[in-house]
């Protein structure tokens, strides 16, 4: 697994805990980066910091999409992990700037293969396929 991969996988991580406690996201990213020193270190990486500040930063435009095009689910209806992992392919496909869509695409495939359902990734693949399909087009 490429580092890329870790720090989205740890940012999914942290974006899950979240939904899933209801707490800010950010506090948590800040609380669980330990130094670069001793046996409990887990520091956070850049890219981690990155995604979890982007997707929180643009949360609310990024949950308009979700209701908009995940065609017949309700946000709530949505399992958590499913929707953290829409919520980071979308922040990756709308606005992040080194990364190309389709590996944004399948780095999220890849996490839904791993921690969801088969019809997970088809429902995730579709969307953010949607999504990518009508980038040029979405205000944000």
Same mark, same amino acid.
């Given at each position: 697994?490429? /580092? #890329?991969? !870790? /720090? $989205? !996988?740890?940012? @999914? &991580?942290?974006?899950? *805990?979240? &939904? =899933? #406690?209801? +707490? &800010?996201?950010?506090? =948590? @990213? *800040?609380? $669980?980066?330990?130094? &670069?020193?001793?046996?409990?270190? #887990?520091?956070? #990486?850049e890219f981690t910091r990155e995604l979890i500040m982007g997707t929180v930063e643009n949360r609310r435009k990024i949950d308009e999409l979700i209701m908009t095009y995940a065609q017949g689910w309700d946000m709530d209806r949505l399992p958590a992990v499913d929707r953290n992992i829409l919520r980071l392919g979308i922040f990756e496909i709308l606005w992040s700037t080194n990364v190309p869509v389709s590996v /944004? =695409?399948? *780095?999220? @495939? +890849?996490?839904? $293969?791993e921690l969801s359902s088969d019809e997970s990734s088809k429902y995730i693949h579709g969307v953010l396929g949607r999504i990518a399909s009508l980038k040029d087009s979405i205000s944000i």
């Open positions: 697994m490429s /580092a #890329r991969s !870790k /720090a $989205r !996988k740890q940012a @999914l &991580d942290l974006l899950y *805990e979240s &939904d =899933i #406690r209801g +707490n &800010d996201a950010l506090q =948590i @990213l *800040e609380s $669980r980066d330990v130094p &670069d020193e001793g046996p409990d270190a #887990r520091p956070i #990486r /944004a =695409i399948d *780095e999220a @495939l +890849n996490l839904a $293969r």
